[in-house]
């Protein structure tokens, strides 16, 4: 990869779509990890304005203080950027407090986490909203088209997603070519919604190498079926998240009626 040339067209096209849609700038979610990172940083190279929040749901400090010091770092190198920090927690506390009780409550581990999610997506854009920003999306491209490793209506809603045609590891590779801090480009990638150190590893069951092998051999019409062993697992895992996620890929189902019956 031409990491050179791909950050410079990132970075044009998140001006020029701005611009185009005479949008004031952006605003982003900072969570310590190396997609948010690059994200914010190739932002902030469009020398447009970028609101950076954090926004802690009973976060481990590990991931505030990373997300703090490269919020720092993006106020030292851009003179647009500008940051604040929204405390979640009670929020969240006070939104599951006011749902059911459940007989056992890892039950509802799930939908608590997507909820995280979704409390930070409607904060984002109640930011946006008031400054005439667009939502800068985080997602690369294993996560959004190939195990669908994210949360619908989430951190999946955004309006632009600067970094979705790059693998994990090319995310990585812009991450150094534009100096984002060392903590955060050694620290094991987590979605951070489980309140605990588990790691997206951990709840996938594949790492991000294995992940984009697997996305690629299936590219070229390869099967669990001509592996053994560790890459036969690996293949099944990422086809089973890939089938069960794909509701998040595609567009929303229509019902659309036939004519005869309208007209």
Same mark, same amino acid.
């Given at each position: ?9 990132? +970075?044009?096209? &998140? ?6 849609? /005479? ?26 304005? &970028? ?5 802690? #749901? ?37 939104? +599951? ?36 920003? &667009? ?5 690369? !491209? ?9 949360? /619908? ?30 903590? #955060? #480009? ?46 036969? /697992? +690996?293949?099944?895992?990422?086809? !089973? ?18 004519? !005869?019956?309208?007209?």
């Amino acid at each position: 990869m031409n990491t050179e040339k791909v950050v410079e067209h990132i +970075v044009s096209w &998140l001006k020029d779509y701005a611009t185009n849609a /005479k949008i004031n700038g952006f605003v982003i979610g900072i969570s310590g990890g190396i997609d948010s990172a690059v994200t914010s940083t190739l932002c902030a190279k469009t020398g447009l304005p &970028l609101l950076c929040l954090e926004m802690p #749901i009973h976060q481990a400090k590990n991931q505030i203080t990373r997300a703090s010091n490269h919020i720092d770092w993006l106020k030292q190198n851009f003179s647009k950027v500008e940051s604040q920090t929204i405390e979640l927690t009670p929020v969240f506390d006070s939104l +599951v407090a006011a749902f059911p009780k459940v007989e056992n409550e890892e039950d509802r581990f799930m939908s608590l986490a997507n909820t995280r999610a979704r409390l930070r997506m409607t904060t984002l854009y109640y930011f946006a909203a008031l400054n005439g920003y &667009l939502v800068a999306g985080t997602g690369n !491209k294993v996560e959004d088209f190939g195990v669908g490793f994210y949360t /619908k209506y989430g951190d999946g809603g955004v309006d632009l997603s600067p970094i979705a045609d790059l693998m994990k590891s090319e995310v990585y590779e812009i991450a150094k070519y534009l100096g984002v801090n060392h903590e #955060i #480009i050694k620290a094991a990638p987590t979605d951070g919604l489980w309140g605990d150190d588990r790691t997206d590893e951990d709840q996938i069951g594949a790492s991000y190498p294995e992940l984009e092998w697997a996305m690629n051999s299936i590219s070229k019409g390869k099967s669990a079926n001509d592996y053994e062993g560790r890459k036969r /697992k +690996v293949i099944e895992i990422y086809t !089973k998240l890939h089938n069960a996620n794909k509701h998040k890929m595609d567009p929303i189902p229509v019902c659309e009626i036939p004519k !005869k019956l309208k007209y």
